[in-house]
């Protein structure tokens, strides 16, 4: 992938780990010019997003603050890995989902 790519795709990529609807607007940005950085990243905010809704309803459950401090620094890190990896301009996948992330999402975006 040339530089011009990747630099056309930042600004969505960057965009998508905002917040979820971040991740709703740069897909539709990306719609048009079907940019693979962009798309890459799109596919692996999503996937963050979704897993952090459907987990953190599930550790809404227990009541206790080790267990949900411990979830939030799990997905802090992996939001701010991905979101360093768009800044850097790298195809990085988050590290223990990222990959499934991919393969799930593999139709979106392209």
């Known amino acids: 992938m040339t530089e ?3 630099e056309e795709g930042r600004k969505h990529a960057i965009i998508s780990y905002i917040t979820i ?4 607007i740069a897909f539709y940005l990306n719609n048009d010019s079907k940019n693979v ?10 996937g ?3 897993t952090f809704f459907a987990l953190g309803y599930m550790v809404g459950i227990f009541d ?7 979830f ?5 890190v992996l939001f701010i890995f991905g979101f ?6 790298k195809m990085q996948a988050v590290p ?7 393969k799930i999402f593999a139709n979106l975006g392209n």
């Open 37 to 46: 950085f962009a798309s890459f990243h799109i596919r692996q905010a999503l």
């Open 84 to 89: 360093v990896s768009a800044l850097n301009k």
């Open 4 to 6: 011009y790519y990747t």
């Open 72 to 76: 939030y620094l799990f997905f802090a």
């Open 96 to 102: 223990l989902v990222g990959a499934f992330y991919q």
């Open 48 to 50: 963050l997003w979704l």
């Open 21 to 24: 609807f971040g991740t709703i």
């Open 64 to 70: 206790s603050w080790f267990i949900s401090s411990g």
